[in-house]
């Protein structure tokens, strides 16, 4: 799997989302490398629901802990990050994203 298939994933299950980070600059032709996705998506209930479903397609568990902990919902509401590992790659879920 690729990266790729995690935004058709997302796209799948209608989930409220926008491509950040290394991934939107090489999406915008950027010559840069990026192993990762990070993505900033919408907090509502409903799109929350339908990030929770999506991210079992490709086995999304959290990233360095070996206990494979899947996000719940309560993960998703909450304004943080969630680093996640899955069969396609890695891929940072954020509530929010603050510019500098």
């Known amino acids: 799997m690729a990266i790729?298939?995690?935004i058709e994933t997302l796209v799948a299950h209608d989930v409220e989302f926008?491509?950040?980070g290394?991934?939107?600059a090489?999406?915008?032709g950027a010559p840069v490398h990026t192993?990762?996705?990070d993505i900033v998506y919408a907090l509502s209930e409903s799109n929350i629901v339908r990030l929770e479903r999506a991210l079992t397609e490709?086995?999304?568990v959290f990233r360095?802990?070996?206990r494979r902990i899947v996000s719940s919902?309560?993960?998703l509401q909450s304004r943080g990050h969630t680093l996640h590992q899955t069969t396609a790659g890695p891929l940072d879920a954020l509530a929010t994203i603050e510019a500098n």
Do not use: E, Y
């Open 4 to 6: 790729a298939s995690i």
């Open 22 to 24: 290394g991934m939107a």
């Open 73 to 75: 919902h309560s993960h």
């Open 18 to 20: 926008i491509v950040v």
């Open 64 to 66: 360095d802990d070996p």
């Open 35 to 37: 192993i990762d996705l």
């Open 26 to 28: 090489v999406l915008q």
């Open 58 to 60: 490709p086995g999304a």
